[in-house]
Nanobody
């Protein structure tokens, strides 16, 4: 199974930036879909952004579009989330995910990293 380790979370003021990283235990194959999700206390986990392992096609939640950028470095087995113009409502635990379309058994999560946006 795939192991994922996240880093880069922390405390930042509104309008600031953070860069999250997720290191995978194995190569990112073209058939993989990689994503970032987040969960605030008392709320359900929600999708933030996804990127395909092959072509690099991306999708973003409307709430982060234009502010966040997802990317990956297949050679480093790493997916990133660059977060700019952060808002207090971005405060949550952020999780990375690797899955494979049509394979429910292939779906792995990182441990999560806390992002807090506050003055």
């Amino acid at each position: 199974q795939v192991q994922l380790v996240e880093s880069g979370g922390g405390l930042v003021q509104p309008g600031g930036s953070l860069r999250l990283s997720c290191a995978a235990s194995e190569s990112i194959f073209s058939i993989y879909v990689l994503g970032w999700y987040r969960q605030a206390p008392g709320k359900q986990r929600e999708l933030v952004a996804t990127i395909t392992g092959g072509g690099g096609s991306t999708n973003y939640a409307d709430s982060v579009k234009g502010r966040f950028t997802i990317s990956r470095d297949n050679a480093k087995n790493t997916v990133y989330l660059q977060m700019n113009s952060l808002k207090p409502e971005d405060t949550a635990v952020y999780y990375c995910n690797v899955r494979m379309t049509d394979r429910p058994d292939f779906n792995f999560w990182g441990q999560g990293t806390q992002v807090t946006v506050s003055s």
